[in-house]
Structure formats: C-alpha cells, structure tokens
C-alpha cells in the first residue's frame, strides 16, 4: 500500500476523532477500575501507541475497555494488597499475550464460541451499568466494586445527591438522543460530557468532581514483588490476558469487516502484549482493541496504524499541558457517558433471540452472564468454554455415529454365490461388517463400544473397513482396541480393511490391532473376503 498525502490526512483526521471519544472514556474507566483517571489517560497513550505500532491490524484503535476496566476492578480489589502487586498482573498479562502471540495461539482464541464472549460481554455491560449509580447519586467510593456497590445503594438511595442525579440522567440522555448525522462531527460521548459537565459547572454546582489529575510523563512504578505472590498473580494474570486478547480480537474482526483486510491475529497479540506489559510498568491501565474508537477511526478515514500513534501523541500532549481542565468535570457526567458505554456493550441482538436458542445455547448464555455479574469473569469463562465444549461434543457424537455403518451380510450376498461359502441356511450371516466413515474422536468414543460392541458376537467374522476414515484421535484408536478385544473374547475373527494415513498411523502408534495377524490387515475388500474365506472354510 502506497502511503500518500491523502493517507496521511485520513488518518490525522481518525486519530484527531478517536481521541475526542478516548478522552472522556479512558477518565471514567480509570476511576471505574479503582487506579485512577490519570491511570486510563496513560493506559490509553500507552497501549494505544505500543499496539498500533507492533500490532497486527490496521486501523484498530486501542486502549481502556469496559471488560478490562471491570477485570482490573476485581483485580485491585480482590487479587492485589498494594498498587504494586495490581501492577505486577498487568506485566504478567502482558507477557502471557506476547507468548500467545509468539506460539502462534491467536487464531484458536478467535474460536471462542460467540454463545460464551455474549454472554460475558453482556454481563460486563451490566457491571459497568450498575458500577455508575454510586456516582450518579453523588456517592464517592473509589474503585467500589459491585459488592460494595450493593453495600453503599441503599444509604445513597436514602440520601440521593438530585444535583448528581440530574447531571448524570440528562448526560445519559445526551448520549441515547444524540442525532446519527451530527455524530460525524461530534462524537455522542463527547457531547454527553460536555452537556453533563457545563450544567455541573454552571446550573448544579457542588457535586463531586474528578479531582487532581497528575500531568507530565508517568514514571516507573513497578516494583518486582515476592516469588510467592507472583504464583497468585498468575491466575488473575492469565485471565486479563485472555479477555484483552479475545476482546482484541473480536475487534479486529470488526474492523476487517469494514476494511475488507485482513488482520494478523498472532501479530495483533504481540501488539496488544507489548503495550500491557509497559502500561503495567508505569501505572497505566491495561487495555485491548476499543470497538468503538475503531469503528469511528475507519469511518472518520483512518486506515494505517499512523492513525493510532496520532491518537496517542495528542492524548499525551492533553495529559502533559491540559490535565488541569478536566479536573471539574462532575463524576456524575462521566458516569452518564460511561452508563451509555456499558448499555452499548450489551449483546442486545442476542438477547432478542434467546426465545430461538436451543436450551443448551441458553444455559451457557444464562450462565456466562450470570456468573460474569455476580461470581467473576474467570468463572464465567471458564464454565462458558467448559459447556460449550461439551455441547460441541455431543453434536460430534452424533454427526461421528450416523457415519457408523454396523450390518450382518449375508453369505449368499458375501461370498458372491460362491458354491464352496453355501450353507444349509441360505440366510445365514456369518460375516459382521464395520464401517467407519469419517472421522472418530473422543466425541464419539465412549458410544461406539454400546452401538456395535453387542454385535460383534453375533459372528464367526466381523471386518472393520477403514477405507472412507479420514481421522482418528486416541480415544477412538482406545474403543476400537476394546471392540478388537470383544471379538477376541467372543471368538470372533477380525480382519481389517483399508487402513492407511493418519488411522493407521494413530492405531499403530495406539498398539490398537495387536490381537489381530498381520494376514487379516489387507487393502480391499475382496482380499478380506478371500481372508473370511479361510476362516470359515
């Protein structure tokens, strides 16, 4: 792609946009998360800088997201005795996004099942919603998570803050009412906190503000801390890294499908890690791939990763002259535009269609969000991926098994009319024939034993006829070296047909077909019939 003078203004007027939006955004998220404002400020310079320059997508912008602003809050509050060790996490996710990156781990996360990041997604957007009613009641508590929320709700409903609350409802409302075609000059956050703050500022004054932001350049603040509570860190750590990883990348998406590109996914990680891990170093919040700061990036003409840098260079001049006058603005008006952000988060579309999802589809959505709202995010991702999985496997089991083919045939139809193979029963089934087609895995394993095992008995001969399977995993290679075992114990001869490439490989290796000679292992099916021949002969 060439780079030209009408590039270069796209992408100054994108950056320009996108910061107007960042700055209100990154404020509340870093008061949400309990590190600060000036922590979300520097969280998005940093991260947004680090990941445009080392990442793998185009024109993503990236900084403080909902899901990783709620994840810090839990982090500070719950996995953390000092800013240090809270610090100490970012670094670590940081580093674990560069290792998935670097072995190449970022196409299998874009895998998560769209059921599972609904249902988290939906249930940050909840968090984010219900974390703003302490500060639109006028109530202060830094870094309150929801179980102090809930504490605090019922004395603040008691004794509400009405200047607050008016601030933040017509600030909300600003953000819902804002018209579409007046979005392309002024973002809908930016003019939300404007209306919020200058009825703060002039009408309803004397609610809580956001108080000092420090300005200049941050400084390192990371302290490398005890081996033992690197080992605790490690299990918040790892979750941070795979919430910024997914959330990156489902961006990405997003922005491939405006661009009509491609983004690397592995490179992106890369990206991502680089500017978690420096954020963590200096005190900034850790951040990921901002959906709606990319949406209006692309669309306001920014389509190079020039564009993310001219973001994060004004945002840093803003923080090194300006800081001071964003100090006034009313908590309350950045919890109105933060109310909007977590109500845009919710998977509404999903939502609306749960009355079609199969009750499975249901349970998972139900219970990521639930769990996402009330227990953590590791759970509710855990849980989510665990039952999407088992889902996923029994819908397996059934594709593998209707590929089971297990019949009788009969003598007559066997042998071809051969006169040495006529009984004295003309509908004697001497010969068994299974047939697996497709591919096996431990999806299926555990059924294949009930569906054929019963039968195998039934005959002096039973032929296993490998030439249409085209994978087997170890579980399967396991239940076939079981139905060997049947017929062995019954008296059941085997003869296997067709076996090449990967099954015969994995059975092999398996030491699946020990029990059977090697003169009953052939290549067509006429060479097992001249095999069955000698045994029933």
């Known amino acids: 792609m060439r780079y030209d003078l009408d590039t270069f203004r796209g992408d100054l007027l994108g950056g320009l946009t996108a910061t107007v939006v960042a700055l209100p955004v990154s404020l509340g998220f870093g008061i949400a998360s309990g590190m600060g404002p000036a922590a979300g400020l520097y969280g998005a310079i940093v991260v947004g800088f680090f990941a445009s320059v080392f990442g793998g997508t185009k024109s993503q912008i990236s900084g403080p997201t909902a899901p990783m602003a709620v994840a810090m809050a839990v982090v500070v509050t719950s996995h953390a005795g000092t800013f240090a060790e809270a610090l100490t996490v970012v670094v670590l996710a940081g580093l674990l996004q560069i290792g998935l990156g670097v072995s190449r781990m970022g196409r299998f996360i874009a895998y998560t099942p769209h059921v599972v990041v609904s249902g988290f997604m939906s249930g940050i957007g909840i968090i984010v919603i219900l974390l ?8 202060t508590i830094p870094g309150a998570g929801l179980p102090r929320t809930f504490e605090a709700l019922p004395a603040a409903l008691d004794n509400p803050n009405l200047s607050a609350l008016a601030i933040a409802a017509v600030t909300l409302a600003v953000g819902f009412l804002w018209p ?5 000059y002024v973002p809908g956050p930016l003019a939300a906190l404007v209306a919020g703050t200058g009825l703060g500022l002039t009408v309803l004054t004397g609610t809580p503000a956001i108080g000092a932001i420090p300005t200049g350049l941050p400084s390192l603040q990371w302290e490398l801390p005890g081996g033992q509570y690197l080992l605790q860190a490690l299990q918040p750590a790892l979750i941070l890294a795979l919430l910024g990883s997914v959330d990156s990348l489902l961006t990405s998406l997003v922005a491939d499908s405006m661009t009509r590109q491609r983004h690397n996914p592995d490179r992106e990680l890369v990206g991502q890690g680089i500017g978690n891990t420096i954020a963590g170093l200096f005190g900034a919040l850790p951040g990921a791939g901002a959906t709606i700061g990319t949406v209006i990036n692309i669309r306001s003409g920014g389509s190079t990763p020039v564009s993310g840098v001219v973001r994060s260079v004004v945002l840093l001049a803003v923080v090194l002259g300006l800081g001071r006058h964003f100090e006034p603005i ?3 008006a950045l919890a109105g535009v933060l109310a909007k952000v977590g109500w845009d988060i919710i998977d509404w579309r999903m939502l609306t269609l749960l009355h079609r999802l199969r009750r499975e589809q249901l349970a998972i959505v139900a219970a990521t969000l639930l769990l996402t709202v009330f227990v953590d995010l590791l759970t509710a991702v855990a849980v989510g991926l665990i039952a999407s999985a088992v889902v996923h496997a029994r819908q397996l ?20 009319g051969d006169p040495e193979m006529q009984g004295d029963d003309p509908f004697a089934a ?11 895995t431990v999806a299926s394993a555990s059924r294949l034993v009930a569906v054929i095992g019963p039968e195998i008995g039934d005959h002096e001969v039973v032929v296993f006829d490998f030439a249409e399977t085209t994978r087997i995993d170890d579980s399967a290679a396991h239940v076939i070296r079981q139905l060997v075992m049947i017929a062995d114990e019954s008296g059941t001869a085997c003869v296997v ?4 490439g990967q099954p015969a490989s994995m059975l092999d290796a398996m030491h699946t077909l020990r029990r059977v000679p090697g003169d009953r292992i052939v290549a067509t099916i006429d060479d097992a019939r001249e095999v069955a021949k000698g045994l029933l002969g």
């Open 430 to 440: 001497r010969v068994g024939m299974v047939a697996l087609k497709g591919s096996f």
């Open 397 to 416: 089991e059934s594709l593998e098994l209707d590929s089971v083919m297990s019949i009788p045939i009969l003598d007559q139809v066997f042998f071809g």
């Open 497 to 500: 047909v067709g076996l090449d």
């Open 132 to 139: 703003q009613t302490l500060p639109s009641l006028g109530v």
């Open 330 to 332: 009313p908590l309350a």
């Open 180 to 184: 579409r075609r007046w979005r392309r």
